[in-house]
């Protein structure tokens, strides 16, 4: 009795499937890309609460030393004016709320929301 070698089954991508990895690769870097900086301020921005927490005894003083760190820190996204600054057992609390919107394609926006 004779064997017949059967044809081995093909592995691997087909183009079509290598072109629709590439797009999704490219999308998911073309997106990152754009959410790193925003990431980034928004570290700055808890930075610069924090310490104009640390630094100011009156919500002018607080608002006043975060504007200075912002001015610093190239912050555009929110001022010492957007700051909810309170006093919770003689110790400054500040808080605040904003919002970053990047642009994907067409009608389509990613929204990032911070709040703190």
Not at 48 to 70: H, I, L, P, Q
């Amino acid at each position: 009795m004779k064997r017949v070698a059967s044809r081995s089954r093909q592995r691997g991508l087909s183009f079509i499937g290598l072109v629709f990895l590439v797009a999704i690769l490219v999308a998911v870097v073309g997106i990152g890309s754009q959410s790193v900086p925003v990431f980034l301020e928004y570290q700055a921005i808890t930075k610069a609460a924090n310490k104009a927490a640390a630094e100011g005894n009156t919500v002018a003083e607080v608002k006043a030393s975060f504007d200075r760190a912002a001015s610093i820190d190239d912050i555009k996204s929110i001022s010492g004016n957007d700051l909810q600054v309170s006093k919770v057992n003689d110790k400054v609390v500040v808080g605040f709320e904003y919002s970053r919107e990047i642009h994907l394609v067409g009608p389509a926006y990613l929204v990032y929301r911070f709040k703190r």
